[in-house]
């Protein structure tokens, strides 16, 4: 039997690390878990196998169980075959099992105490029977799987013998330098794909024939037949409706996890997941959105008691997935379009390669993945040279890339050295005592090959925040051993547990001039004074404490599980970005609004801890799922309002939150809102600068108080629609009447042409009102109407049938200067010589249209 690697997967143990170094800290001695889990991104990703192969997916629902050294290897095996063979009645011809080449206590367990036979035992390398964290530290063993014959000898090896359970010894820690060392006490991991065993167990021969797919792919089907377009009943689904079945399941659980659709990280593969889909969507004859039609089939799969978040988060993912349906169909007919165009060009027809150029742009100017190109590209026997792809990427960041924060690539490299080796300094800043104080450089680097010249720093300990979350870097100075400042103008944080400033001379002097003087006082072992910003540290720490109640308030009133999608934290704003389906209303805002004025005013204070991060979840802490957070995490809590997972820095009184007030709320994507707001000594600023428009208007409206203010701008609106409909009245009166003004005649084409003066105080309005008149009730003639810088023609085209609006103009336009357009019946141009008095420009009319 011939196989490929095993399906191992890091999440399902990651959350037990810990315990499996010290088994003793585990609160418990055994543990079972079903766990969602995504494979679409990174080391582990099926995206491209799904639709191809009996057995892939992007999402599936993954069985573990877990031993802190509760029981050892034997019991682990005995454990996994009775519950094969006794509980499910698996027959044992038709097992297979692979054990590590060098795990000798594996082999006999299954040869002697399980009784299996040799030709059933498959000794395997490490590549495949041996379970790490990926190339890093951590628990690691060899591992035994467990196969099934699927007796489909259609298929090859790695298709017929599908795995359905694995299990992991973990008996070794892998070291950073690759060595292992035995672990004291021996954990077990166990897991099984529940998609793949109830394949076994309905004897189907296909993942996607089972019945919770079969569910989704009735729903693609039923679409079909409700939109006329082709569809079979095969028991086998076709590979797209496998693939939308799939990433229909992974879309939602994504979306409703937090992930949004995005160019970067988890939302990007999002964006993939969902464009994927659309493409096989467009395959089946879907021309229009079609996904969300399909979502009532999922939740009938998956009901509300094991996830609910598929219920409570459904508006808000289906709006998402929406608006993702309609950018992308726009941008897949254009793509399509373009692709179309080059599979039919004669000269690429010997070698079928996509221009890479072509790919390019694709993906460049219409936003068209590159791997849906290659995909097409491959349906129809063509290819794609990704190299030159790349090539073109990379030519394109390297011309529009801006100076890096923290220098350029000489400035990268030294950074991963100091990474290498270990310069991890300690961050004060939540300490406002520390904010000035002594520290020592422990690394340096001077950039003169950046945009702007410049000294990469970091100082030990720092009390100079650049860690992230939303929250902007500190700002200020330090102070050299000779007395000499230097601004910081940024603080980042280019690895976990590295801060660094990139800092500037406060002189007027030339940065090299500067450099020269203060060189020797900026060295690794040298002192410096921190001078950290403390009013902007302050209107940062207001915002960002500001931020989480706002997101607490949002729950609150919205009575909606609400997913933080993203923030700005800054000295005197926020923004935050969450999950949200429709937009809130102005009575909404207002009670988010109170509620935080009236938390603030409680005097409440906030509370910071550590713990292991599956501990604060567990306790109820947020968590923001596109951070990423190490197993110890900063909880900051006000205790009964909010508590979240956090890193930034924050107020200790919520008083100083006060007052608050939500500015703006509005739409950044399909099912994403955004509230801008402002807090503390801002928002007392921004207050004062919005009453001082209003002394001015009181006193325009003749007002005392502002109490006064609606009352008399009431009574004024009603005066200006009055006026306004007496206006209008009379200036369609004028219209019809006999102006006055000179009325010039020539012929044109035997057609009488007038030429209309207009006063030159009446707007473009009354004489599109005096030209539609004309035109009407004197049908027989060609107008003509000039206004200072305007002509405008008007032709009555059941009356005067050869002869257009558009060719009188443009006849006009030989002798004058000016630029315009319009239709048969009624044309205008803007005169570009504006000099002209309107008996002149009446004249050249005349001049231009005489015959």
Request: one cysteine or more.
């Amino acid at each position: 039997m011939t196989r490929r690697c095993c399906s191992r997967m890091p999440a399902r143990m990651v959350p037990f690390k810990e315990h499996f170094l010290k088994p003793e800290s585990a609160p418990f001695k055994s543990a079972t878990s079903l766990q969602k889990v995504i494979r679409a991104g990174g080391k582990h990703n099926d995206l491209d196998n799904v639709g191809y192969t009996t057995r892939h997916h992007t999402f599936f629902e993954m069985l573990g169980n877990f031993s802190f050294g509760r029981y050892d290897k034997t019991q682990a095996i005995k454990y996994a075959w009775d519950f094969l063979r006794k509980e499910l009645e698996m027959p044992v011809d038709r097992l297979r099992v692979t054990v590590l080449n060098s795990d000798k206590e594996s082999y006999d367990i299954w040869k002697n105490v399980i009784g299996l036979p040799e030709d059933q035992i498959i000794p395997s390398t490490e590549e495949d029977n041996f379970w790490s964290m990926g190339d890093g530290e951590g628990p690691c063993g060899p591992c035994s799987e467990i196969f099934w014959d699927t007796r489909d000898m259609n298929v090859s090896d790695d298709e017929r013998w599908l795995e359905v359970w694995n299990l992991v010894f973990m008996q070794n820690f892998r070291h950073a330098d690759g060595t292992l060392s035995s672990l004291p006490t021996l954990c077990i991991d166990t897991g099984m794909g529940l998609e793949r065993m109830a394949r076994v167990l309905q004897s189907k021969q296909n993942n996607f024939q089972i019945d919770q797919f079969q569910t989704l792919v009735d729903g693609i089907r039923d679409l079909l037949k409700s939109e006329k377009l082709p569809h079979t009943n095969d028991e086998d689904p076709s590979v797209h409706e496998k693939i939308i079945a799939d990433h229909l399941r992974s879309m939602s659980f994504m979306i409703g996890d937090g992930i949004i659709p995005s160019n970067v990280g988890r939302g990007y593969v999002l964006r993939r997941i969902i464009r994927r889909a659309l493409r096989s969507g467009r395959q089946l004859g879907f021309k229009e959105p079609f996904l969300t039609r399909l979502y009532p089939y999922l939740t009938a799969n998956f009901g509300t008691e094991w996830y609910p978040e598929l219920s409570t988060r459904a508006e808000t993912i289906q709006n998402i997935i929406q608006s993702e349906e309609t950018i992308f169909f726009a941008t897949l007919e254009k793509g399509l379009g373009l692709l179309e165009s080059v599979f039919e060009q004669p000269k690429l027809q010997d070698q079928k390669e996509i221009p890479a150029e072509t790919a390019f742009k694709l993906y460049d100017t219409y936003g068209f993945p590159l791997d849906l190109t290659v995909i097409i590209a491959a349906e129809r026997g063509w290819h794609v040279d990704l190299g030159e792809v790349e090539k073109l990427q990379d030519k394109q960041r390297s011309q529009g890339r801006e100076s890096w924060k923290g220098g350029d690539n000489l400035a990268k490299g030294r950074l991963s050295e100091w990474r290498n080796q270990s310069i991890f300094p300690e961050f004060t800043g939540y300490d406002h005592s520390l904010l000035h104080q002594e520290s020592q450089i422990v690394a340096v680097d001077v950039d003169t090959k950046a945009k702007t010249p410049q000294v990469l720093l970091s100082i030990d300990p720092c009390p100079f925040y650049g860690m992230g979350g939303g929250q902007v870097p500190d700002a200020g100075s330090i102070t050299l051993a000779n007395g000499q400042e230097w601004d910081v103008v940024d603080v980042f944080q280019p690895y976990e547990g590295g801060l660094v400033m990139r800092i500037q001379p406060k002189t007027s002097t030339t940065f090299t001039e500067q450099l020269l003087q203060d060189e020797e006082f900026l060295m690794v072992g040298n002192l410096v004074k921190t001078n950290v910003d403390k009013r902007l540290r302050q209107g940062a720490e207001i915002h960002h404490t500001a931020t989480h109640l706002l997101n607490a308030g949002l729950r609150r009133v919205l009575q909606a599980d609400v997913v933080q999608a993203g923030s700005a934290v800054e000295p005197a704003r926020l923004r935050f970005d969450f999950t949200y389906g429709k937009p809130v209303s102005s009575k909404q805002l207002q009670q988010i609004e109170d509620w935080i004025n009236e938390v603030a005013l409680t005097d409440a204070k906030t509370k910071t801890r550590h713990f292991p991060l599956q501990k604060a979840i567990d306790a109820g802490a947020i968590a923001v799922f596109s951070e990423k957070y190490s197993d110890l995490v900063r909880v900051v809590e006000v205790p009964e309002v909010t508590k979240e997972l956090c890193g930034g820095t924050h107020v200790t009184n919520l008083r100083q939150l006060y007052p608050f007030k939500i500015v703006s709320e509005s739409s950044v994507a399909a099912g994403t809102r955004r509230i801008e707001a402002i807090a503390g000594p801002a928002c007392i600023e921004w207050y004062r600068n919005e009453y001082r428009f209003i002394p001015p208007v009181l006193n325009a409206v003749r007002a005392n108080s502002s109490s006064e203010l609606g009352p008399k701008v009431d009574k004024l609106s009603t005066q200006l629609r009055d006026t306004q409909r007496q206006l209008t009245h009379v200036t369609d009166k004028l219209a019809q009447a006999d102006p006055g003004l000179p009325v010039l005649s020539t012929l044109y084409k035997d057609h009488k042409v007038k030429v209309h003066q207009i006063d030159a105080s009446l707007d473009g309005g009354f004489m599109l009102q005096r030209a539609n008149y004309l035109k009407e009730h004197q049908n027989e003639d060609i107008h003509v109407l000039v206004s200072n810088n305007t002509v405008m023609v008007a032709v009555n085209a059941k009356s005067v049938r050869d002869v257009t609006a558009q060719n009188v103009l443009k006849q006009v336009l030989t002798n004058i200067n000016g630029k315009g357009g319009g239709k048969n019946e009624l044309a205008q141009a803007r005169l570009l010589d504006n000099k002209l008095e309107q008996s002149e420009l009446q004249a050249k009319v005349i001049e231009s249209l005489g015959e």
